[in-house]
Each structure stands twice: as structure tokens, then as C-alpha cells.
């Protein structure tokens, strides 16, 4: 396999540390951007009744510790190697410390749904639209902006407590640390102006935070900085104090990067499809940012004046978890046994390549949270469309695989993005079925890649900018990158593909008409 990383350079490590809602991940590279090694950690949720998620900062800090100790533990012929530790982690949420570094009460995470009705109010009043003018980015009810709103209301205690504000990579890069920083990604997202790069005090004053303004860490670019590990931290997990470590974007930039989102010159997009659904595409001219709805997300890629544009939608393999799930309650409930999930997945994709097409719609917005791309509504909820008396369980199953893949559509067409062709990664991005779904719903070519973690290696391949390893982001791509891109592509099938652009419409009507049915549904739940 070639290589452009210089022969002295290719026996360096760079640790990936991939923190994600409920697993933590650390794996480690070589200078090829081979996977060497990897270890995990589960990390734990919180919920309440009244739509709360949240984690607790020193447990999620602990399992990052635990995972790195692990990974090196079992693997010291890596030690002398390590050359970085590239931190990446889930988005949006509230995660705060006070002056001395100690936590504030428990993150509220990107699940939790209690900031939705005043991130309604603003979305409806003058507050959206402004703020989208210069973030770039529409009001969900996950970013932290109406969390800390939330927060003054109802918990003022803890605010006044707080020091700095973060997200969770923001978190771990400061217990490795001791540095307080964010990066430009979700800095720019949820409080600045994509166009200048910094914090914008006019969307400060529209939310009505002003006065939190000195919570907000600096702004840290990976790419072009890192920090030194602190010395207890290498003595609990083995290696020399003072390695670089490297705050490395989001982990939905992360993971786009590391698949293959950035390729100068040609028309790509990446979907990262696991527990929620994420679709991103690059803009190389600011005046291609697209400004026409309230549902994207705008953010600074790695390489300059280079934006990357992302509408995410709530749930994705989440409605085919909940299906499965059901129906394991279901055999439990009538003594009988569970399917076993260890083998489960290549059977009934296999079971679904066979089963006939586009017999039912499924809208796929089974978070209790409701939906905040292409669309922002907390009430939406999951609903079949067109169940007869021939419809089976099969028919329903791929039905969610066709939701997913017409939400992922749905996404672009809220981009304004005309892919060549789609990048895609995450748990889904294993099932052959669902790639020719996608393939035929998007009507363009779909390409895998031959690794999984492409967010800790999205991060790693940041650090290894950071160190001097390549000159730019597309010299760190041909190795980082290109390498692990599948050489078989799946296309789109004709014959489906015109089924589904029929369907299509279909699935966009049903639910634009949705809205008044889950206004009466809620309100007549709420009375029980």
C-alpha cells in the first residue's frame, strides 16, 4: 500500500480517542493510518421522566482513563511509539466546571429534549432566523445554547457556580490537559459567525446569554496547535508527561473526515448512519454556504476557507433497535426465547435484499425527542403508512431501512447537495441492503470503507496535521483516507431507483401533513 508518510515518521502511534453518547473508544495508528490496536468502555445515561439525558462528567472521564489504560496496558510494545493523543467526542450538550476544575452537576446531553419548548419560542420569534444568519446552524433543541437558557431557569445554582462552559471532547481534552478550550466547529455553531470565526456577541445578546460570555473557552484549532499531557494522567496510563495531545473536532466532522468527505475537485458527500443519522457535505466557497432553512448545521473544516455543512436527523438505527427490541418483549411475554442478537443482523439483511420493495412507508422519528433535521419539531413521532392485511413484520423492517435512507435524502435536499457520490460510515454502513437502498434512493454510487473507526481515525489524522506529518488536509487524506475507501462501489439499481424517487414524495407529503395529528396526540397523552 503507498504511502507519502516519510519512513521515519511511519513507526509513530497516534491514539484516537473516540467519546461517544454511551461507548468510549480509544485506537491506536501508525503512520499509515493502519488500526494497530483499540480498546472500549460503556459510559452511562441518565434519564429522567421530564425528557432529561445526562452523564456524569468524572464517570465519563473515568471510562476515557479506564479505555487508554486499557489499550496501552495490553499493547506496551506501543508506549515508545506514542506520538499523540487526538481527542474527539458527541456533540452539542452542556458540560460544566467550576474555577477549580471540578464538575458542575451532571452534562445534559444532545438526547435531552427539556430546552424544546424555548428553543420553539426562538425559532418563531426574530432569535432564529438572526442567529442562523451567522452561525449557519438552525436551533435544535440539542445544541447547549438553550440548554444554558434552560438551566437559568430552572437550575441558576449551578450556572453561578460554573466556570467554563464545554462539550464533551472539551472535557477530556482539559482533564489530559489542564487547558480550557473548544474547537472551531461547534464554538462557530452554537455561539459565532462562520464567516469571521470567532464568537459573536450579536447572537450572545439574541439568545440572552450575554452575560455567560466569559464561560466560553478559547477557540483551538488541532490541526494547527496541541497541548501537553499532564503528568499525573501519564503516570496512570503509562507514557512519558508532556505528549501532545490534540483537541480534534466533533466527532461528526471527525468521522466525515476520516470517510472521506474532503476530496478537492470532486462531488462527494458523507452519511455517517448509526444511532442518529448524519449527512454532511463540503463547501469550498463561503458563497455556497447554504442559508435557506433553519435545520443545517455550518462548521470550519480542517483545510482553510473551507466549510463543511451537516443536517442531522434524530434517530436512525435507533427505529430498528426499538423494532427488534418490541419484538423481544414480545417472544419474553409468551415464554418464549429472545432472538440472540450475535448473528442476527447479516440473516436479515439477507432476509430483506429478498423481500419486496416500498410495500409500506415508515417515517423514522422514534426519539422522544421528535425530529431536528430537515425539520425542527419536538412532538414528531414514528408512524407505518399503509399496513394491510399482507403486510408482515419483513415488509416493516425494510420499510425502516427505506425511512432512514429517504431521511438521509430528505437531509441533502435541505443541503442543496448533488453528490457524485456518498461516503458512507457507521454500524449501518455494514449492511449490503441498506447501501442499496441508499443507492437507489440517492440515485448515486455509494462507497464504504474497509475500517471502522473512522472517527478516531478522522481524529488522528487531524493530530497527525498538527504534528507536521503532511503538509495539508488533502496530502493527509491520500494516506489517511483514500487507502480504506472500498474499491467496489454499490449502485443504484433502475428499477428501484425509480420506485423509490416515486416514493419519495410520498414519504415528504405524509409527514409535512403530520403535524396537526401529533399536536391532538400529545395533548391528549399528557392528560393520562
Known sequence: MPSSVPASLETDVIIGLDAGTSVIKAVAFDGRGQELAKSQCSNQLHHSASGGVEQSLSGTWDAALTTLTTLLGEHPQLVPRLAAIAVTGQGDGTWMIDAEGHPVGNALLWLDKRSSDIVAHWRATRTGPEAYRRTGTGLNQSLQSGQLAWLETHHPEQLAKAATVFHCKDWLYFCLTGERATDPAEALWTYGDYRSGDYSEEVLEGFGLSRYRELLPPIVDGSQEHAALKGDVARAIGVRAGLPVVLAPVDMLATALGAGVYEPGKRVACSIIGSTGAHLTVREDVRDVVLSNQSCYTMPCVAPQTWVQLCSNMAATLNLEWFLKGLNEMLQALGETPLNAEGLLPR????????????????????????????????????????????????????????????????????????????????????????????????????????????????????????????????????????????????????????????????????????????????????F
Not at 402 to 407: K, L, S, Y
Not at 411 to 436: F, I, K, Q, V
Open 348 to 527: 436479515l439483511d439477507d432476509a430483506l435484499a429478498r423481500t419486496e420493495p416500498g410495500r409500506v412507508i415508515y417515517h423514522p422519528f422514534i426519539s422522544t425527542n421528535g425530529e431536528r433535521g430537515p425539520f425542527f419539531n419536538p412532538r414528531a413521532r414514528a408512524q407505518f403508512l399503509g399496513l394491510d392485511s399482507g403486510t408482515h413484520q419483513l415488509h416493516m423492517v425494510r420499510a425502516i431501512y427505506e425511512g432512514v435512507a429517504f431521511a438521509a435524502r430528505d437531509c441533502y435536499h435541505a443541503l442543496e447537495a448533488h453528490p457524485e457520490e456518498l461516503r458512507l460510515t457507521g454500524g449501518a454502513a455494514r449492511s449490503r441492503t441498506l447501501c442499496s437502498i441508499l443507492a437507489a434512493v440517492m440515485g448515486v454510487p455509494v462507497r464504504t470503507l474497509t475500517r471502522d473507526e473512522t472517527g478516531a481515525a478522522g481524529a488522528a489524522m487531524v493530530a497527525s496535521l498538527s504534528l507536521g506529518h503532511h503538509r495539508t488536509l488533502a496530502d493527509a487524506c491520500q494516506t489517511w483516507v483514500t487507502p480504506f475507501l472500498a474499491e467496489e462501489r454499490v449502485m443504484p439499481d433502475p428499477d428501484l431507483q425509480n420506485l423509490y424517487e416515486r416514493m419519495f414524495g410520498v414519504y415528504r407529503r405524509s409527514y409535512a401533513n403530520a403535524d396537526g395529528f401529533w399536536r391532538h396526540f400529545e395533548r391528549v397523552t399528557a392528560e
